[in-house]
């Protein structure tokens, strides 16, 4: 972890009455930079869809001239892409991702169901980038993609970078996930700089605004509380906790 990252929570467990707070989905770099204040996050999937590097981008990890490759989600009656739901807090939130995702990004926004790793299922908002959008490149050979995202970076950094932290993201939070799309590129890219005799370090950047999740189990809870104690505390807990400002480790 980068000196420059900050830390938040991963809770376990989503309570009835925070499954009807306006959650968003992260499946891309949300996952790692969400950029705006939440109250919660749990890790889970959406069903009905594959992740794929099929977005293409000029305004964070690409540029005009060189455009580099962001996921998006693809429909697949067999699929399901695992990320993490974060409970929005405050009100500029929404306003930060419709900037971000639909005016800089070309991704469209609609509700979809997520199952988080433990308790029902509830409806998240998900940013989708679909074909009739400008920046749509769409299928390509993995090679293809790997040697245009070593070959592309923008004004958020290195589009190897954007990979990279994704595929940490997944293998540290899903260990029985295999991404079969993400993991391959990954596998090509890093050879291709190897080969090229690239420095990952200096790919990765600086990790500024990033985030790295650490789990927290609320099993491991005093043991001498009574369940309806314990949920009923640790909803009051979640609402009551500030809008969640991720601190700077200053290691
Ligand atoms: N909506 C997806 C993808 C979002 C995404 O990766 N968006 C890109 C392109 S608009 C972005 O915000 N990149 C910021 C960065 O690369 O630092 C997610 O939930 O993570």
Redesign the pocket.
Known sequence: MDASEDIAELQEEVFENESKALW????????W?P?FKFNKAVTGHVKGYKRRFW?G?V???GTEERPGR????VEDSKGEVH?VAYAISGEAAIPYLSK??CQ????ISHFATFHPISGEAFKVL????TPKNPLWMGDADEGAIAEQIIDCS?P??HNV??LVRLANFMRDHFSDNHDAHLFNLEKEVLSLIDRKNMCLNTLMGSGE?CVTFIKRNTSSRSSDRNDEEDRTDSFEHTTRIEEKTLRCLNL
């Open positions: 968003v989905f992260a499946y891309g770099s949300l996952c930079k950029g977005q981008n305004t964070h990890r962001v996921v998006t989600l990320g971000r995702e800089l990004g070309g991704y998900v940013y989708v980038a923008g958020s950094g970078e954007y605004g």
